[in-house]
Nanobody, 123 residues
Framework: QVQLVESGGGLVQAGGSLRLSCEASGRTFSSYAMGWFRQASGKEREFVAAISRTGGATNYAGSVKGRFTISRDNAKNTVYLQMNSLKPEDTAVYYC????????????????WGQGTQVTVSS
């Protein structure tokens, strides 16, 4: 079973930046696509970004395209989410998703999940 541990969340002012990291256990990290989802208070979990096994393909939600960048380092078993130009509406718990077949947008395409890290953007 792959375990995922997120880090890097916190409080930032609007317009600021944060970088989230997600480290995976096990030796099969490079076999899976990875993704980031988020869940704001009172709302459903939604897709943010995804990356293919090799990092050659990425996929973004329209609301973050051009501001967020997903990347991965297979040697470190880690996937990153660089978040720039943050807005108050980006406030949510951000979840790392793993064990995916490809850089898909649906929650159902990922079978491994981290515990989440809080991102709060103040206006």
């Amino acid at each position: 079973q792959v375990q995922l541990v997120e880090s890097g969340g916190g409080l930032v002012q609007a317009g600021g930046s944060l970088r989230l990291s997600c480290e995976a256990s096990g030796r099969t990290f490079s076999s899976y696509a990875m993704g980031w989802f988020r869940q704001a208070s009172g709302k459903e979990r939604e897709f943010v970004a995804a990356i293919s096994r090799t990092g050659g393909a990425t996929n973004y939600a329209g609301s973050v395209k051009g501001r967020f960048t997903i990347s991965r380092d297979n040697a470190k078993n880690t996937v990153y989410l660089q978040m720039n130009s943050l807005k108050p509406e980006d406030t949510a718990v951000y979840y790392c998703a793993g064990c995916g077949r490809d850089a898909y947008e649906s929650l159902r395409d990922y079978s491994c999940w981290g515990q989440g890290t809080q991102v709060t953007v103040s206006s």
